[in-house]
């Protein structure tokens, strides 16, 4: 399939790995920052292609996987309310919460409804005027614009019954306090493809400048990887750290304008709880006063009781890169696809679903006739 496979070619990876061998003489640690790069990359077997010298670890760009388990439960109060309909993306109603999950609650008889965009969820309002329909925003800057979306269409067409629970976050000021933590020391960091294409390289500068960390933009297919992991190589190989652009194809330096104008109007930066992390200041998305009719936070108070992680289970270090999957007891004897513990198991970007899927990965695997 033209525009794919020339991103999956068998003998050019094989070039790249080379060349990453021969520039590569000291030992590093890279983050790949996205969900989407790390099911690439075990997929693809990009770790057994790179070598020994290029450790790499996932990190917190699952949004599933960071929702707070406090934030969850809120979810899961709403839909346990009266005459309340919640939309969610697909991986949200399976994630256990401390007491329960939305999943539990539909059974319990709650109206939750899985929607494939924002849009969607604003339907299901203007079709259900008695009711109050709530739309769980997750995610990073990639959709963030779709959720403001939304709520400027509610406003457009008098839709009063639709409201968002925004727990949408920012990918720098994760990067920044996972690096300001000193728990994982990183070379570089493999910046993520869909979050770039709305807000640019830019972004990233101050982490390249201020902690000396190489960041390179990459896209989601194998050469885009193994290029991007070439770039930081010889970015920290120099002793050079900067941003970089591996995906010109889909990011450019500038961004998407339009997607942040929008994003801009409905949010304004404040703080948000990460799951294994805590409360990071000035990293979360809040829907601005003028438009807090649409704000669920705000629109339906709900009491909840202290918030609690499944027993045993890592996913906190798993996603600030402490630790694999594979360190965490639980993985592939208790935790599974389907009897997942964490959310790390059920996202389909989390870290344990794809260890679990695609194990440590077993060399590159190129597509049929690749
Ligand atoms: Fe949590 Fe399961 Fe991952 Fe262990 S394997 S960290 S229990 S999601």
């Given at each position: 399939m033209k525009f794919v496979d020339e991103y999956r070619d068998h003998k050019l990876a094989k070039g790249?790995?080379?060349?990453?061998?021969?520039?590569?003489?000291?030992?590093?640690?890279?983050?790949?920052?996205?969900?989407?790069?790390?099911?690439?990359?075990l997929r693809y077997g990009i770790r057994q292609l790179v070598?020994?010298?290029?450790?790499?670890?996932?990190?917190?760009?699952?949004?599933?996987?960071?929702?707070a388990a406090a934030d969850l439960d809120k979810a899961i109060a709403l839909a346990n309310l009266p005459n309340v309909i919640i939309t969610t993306f697909g991986d949200m109603v399976r994630v256990p919460?401390?007491?329960?999950?939305?999943?539990?609650?539909?059974?319990?008889?709650?109206?939750?409804?899985?929607?494939?965009?924002?849009?969607?969820?604003?339907?299901?309002?203007?079709?259900?005027?008695?009711?109050?329909?709530?739309?769980?925003?997750?995610?990073?800057?990639?959709?963030?614009?779709?959720?403001?979306?939304?709520?400027?269409?509610?406003?457009?067409?008098?839709?009063?019954?639709?409201?968002v629970l925004s727990l949408n976050k920012m990918t720098p000021p994760v990067m920044k306090a996972l690096l300001d933590s000193g728990e994982v020391e990183l070379d570089g960091i493999i910046c993520p493809g869909h979050v770039s294409v709305i807000i640019g390289s830019q972004p990233y500068e101050s982490i390249?400048?201020?902690?000396?960390?190489?960041?390179?933009?990459?896209?989601?297919?194998?050469?885009?990887?193994?290029?991007?992991?070439?770039?930081?190589?010889?970015?920290?190989?120099?002793?050079?750290?900067?941003?970089?652009?591996?995906?010109?194809r889909g990011v450019k330096p500038e961004g998407n304008r339009k997607a942040r104008q929008l994003m801009e109007q409905v949010f304004e930066v404040g703080e948000a709880n990460w799951r294994g992390i805590g409360i990071i200041p000035q990293s979360g998305l809040k829907i601005r006063e003028e438009y807090q009719q649409f704000d669920a936070d705000k629109v339906?108070?709900?009491?909840?009781?202290?918030?609690r992680e499944p027993k045993g289970c890592r996913c906190g270090d798993v996603i600030r890169g402490a630790a694999t999957p594979l360190e965490c007891k639980l993985f592939r004897?208790?935790?599974?696809?389907?009897?997942?513990?964490?959310?790390?198991?059920?996202?389909?970007?989390?870290?344990?679903?794809?260890?679990?899927?695609?194990?440590?990965?077993?060399?590159?695997?190129?597509?049929?006739?690749?």
């Open positions: 790249l790995a080379e060349r990453i061998a021969r520039r590569s003489t000291k030992t590093i640690r890279l983050m790949e920052f996205c969900g989407g790069h790390t099911h690439a990359i070598p020994k010298t290029v450790e790499m670890r996932s990190g917190p760009g699952c949004p599933v996987c960071v929702t919460g401390s007491y329960s999950s939305l999943q539990q609650a539909k059974a319990q008889g709650a109206d939750v409804r899985v929607v494939y965009s924002t849009i969607d969820a604003v339907e299901i309002a203007r079709a259900n005027p008695a009711k109050s329909v709530v739309f769980i925003g997750i995610g990073f800057e990639t959709t963030a614009p779709t959720a403001a979306a939304s709520i400027l269409k509610a406003q457009q067409e008098k839709i009063h019954n639709f409201y390249a400048r201020d902690y000396g960390v190489a960041c390179v933009i990459s896209g989601f297919e194998p050469l885009d990887i193994l290029l991007c992991i070439d770039k930081l190589v010889e970015q920290v190989e120099k002793g050079e750290p900067k941003v970089e652009i591996a995906y010109p339906f108070p709900v009491s909840l009781k202290p918030p004897n208790v935790c599974t696809p389907e009897s997942p513990v964490g959310p790390c198991m059920v996202s389909s970007e989390g870290a344990c679903a794809a260890y679990y899927q695609y194990g440590t990965g077993e060399g590159f695997q190129a597509p049929p006739g690749g």
